[in-house]
């Protein structure tokens, strides 16, 4: 079974695999071609590819010979052309939202696996990449927030009196969310957290969070432990508490999304302008629509003295650990299709095969990706 490692487009600066996840497919008897220039911006050499058993490649010989590509950012349309009919493809795809991308890979035969819709059950923990890039996230949100506020996040007593520490606000209390407290608690900022599931206050509590709590929020068991759809009654009072709480903090870290549909709007115009100048939103969910009104997705804007960072990449920002994490999640799902003798096995009785894989032999297989697209 040969891998093949493309280098990522655009400001991306993670890898897909790691020397060390290089060298421990090389012990299940894969071969593992990586293209020039792969993890330079992760700051992993081709020399250090080449020590683990890797084989330095262009894109173009990486394309007509790997069985399988893996990646991080979905492929373009036009590159899925380039694809043979019976690679396989493995990468974040966000299928319940690209359409023309999911046709593409229909259209070309290729096999398609989306590490973002892995499902999320105790065995794949281990293979979950929203999680471990959303630590990540979480937790950069917070470091840039403390350099771009213009006060401390810790409360000081010195000689010239005592400052006070700064109120930091989390719009959701997933791992981003519960990540972006801890390492704001570290920095000394009072913390509240807002989520529509109660199940996780005690997790916020643990964390020396405060709860923001709002009565009569729907919690769906099924939806795999993800935030769902409010009804409009619920999100009037939502609004009024969320406004209540913003406009006394210094920094709001938004981190609130519902999969496969737009991030839901918490963070309206009227409460940034009650917010007090010199105030910081970092907003996770911009690439979605942002949970505040006036994010633009990878900008950092201005509004009556409120700063507003619209930023969904973090993970890119720490490129060196972030790739590290991503790729030890690949590893442990490649571990499901390679064999003892290092070839490709496609058991689609397994769960996380079968829950992970979007195209297969020139058809549209997984069920939540049609009824979203409406195949």
């Known amino acids: 079974m040969l891998i093949g490692v493309l280098k990522e487009q655009g400001v991306e600066q993670r890898v897909a695999l790691t020397p060390a996840v290089v060298s421990a497919l090389v012990k299940l008897k894969v071969e593992v071609w990586v293209e020039a220039g792969a993890g330079n911006n992760a700051y992993f050499s081709d ?14 010989e990486i394309l007509d010979r ?16 380039k694809f043979r009919k019976e690679m396989i493809c493995l990468s974040v795809l966000n299928p319940y939202a690209n359409k023309a991308l999911v046709l593409g890979l229909k259209e070309s035969g290729v096999t398609a696996f989306g590490l973002d819709i892995i499902p999320r059950t105790t065995p794949a923990q281990a293979m979950d990449i929203l999680s471990s890039m959303a630590t990540v996230s979480g937790y950069k949100a917070v470091l840039m927030a403390a350099l771009e506020l213009p006060r401390f996040f810790p409360m000081f007593m010195t000689a010239a009196g005592t400052i006070s520490p700064a109120r930091l606000m989390v719009l959701g ?42 009565e009569g929020a729907v919690d769906d068991k099924s939806a795999g432990g993800y935030a769902v759809e409010q ?27 519902i999969p496969g549909k737009n991030a839901p709007l918490l963070i309206r115009t009227a409460t940034v302008d009650a917010m007090r100048p010199g105030s910081v939103i970092v907003d996770l969910a911009a690439s979605t629509g942002g949970n505040c009104e006036l994010t633009v997705n990878g900008e950092i804007k201005m509004h009556g003295g409120v700063k507003i960072i619209g930023n969904s990449n973090l993970p890119s920002m720490m490129s060196s650990d972030a790739s590290s994490m991503f790729a030890k ?7 499901l299709l390679i064999s003892k003798e290092g070839e490709l096995t496609l058991n689609f009785e397994d769960d996380i095969i079968k829950g992970s894989c979007v195209t297969h032999a020139g058809a549209v ?3 939540r990706v049609k009824s979203a697209l409406n195949l």
């Open 47 to 60: 020399g250090e590819y080449t020590a683990s058993g890797a084989l330095i490649k262009s894109s173009s």
């Open 66 to 81: 790997a069985g399988l590509i893996v990646r991080i950012n979905p492929p373009r349309v036009d590159e899925v052309k």
């Open 173 to 214: 209390a997933g791992v981003a969310g519960l990540q972006a407290l801890a390492t704001a608690r570290k920095l000394g900022a009072v913390v509240e957290v807002f989520d529509v599931r109660a199940a996780v206050k005690e997790e916020v509590l643990s964390l020396g969070g405060k709860f923001i709590e709002v």
């Open 231 to 257: 009804t409009d009654e619920f999100k009037q009072r939502q609004a009024a508490a969320i406004h209540d709480h913003a406009v006394k903090s210094d920094v709001i870290i938004c981190t609130a999304q």
């Open 329 to 335: 999640n690949v590893l442990n799902f490649l571990k």
């Open 365 to 367: 297989i997984n069920d």
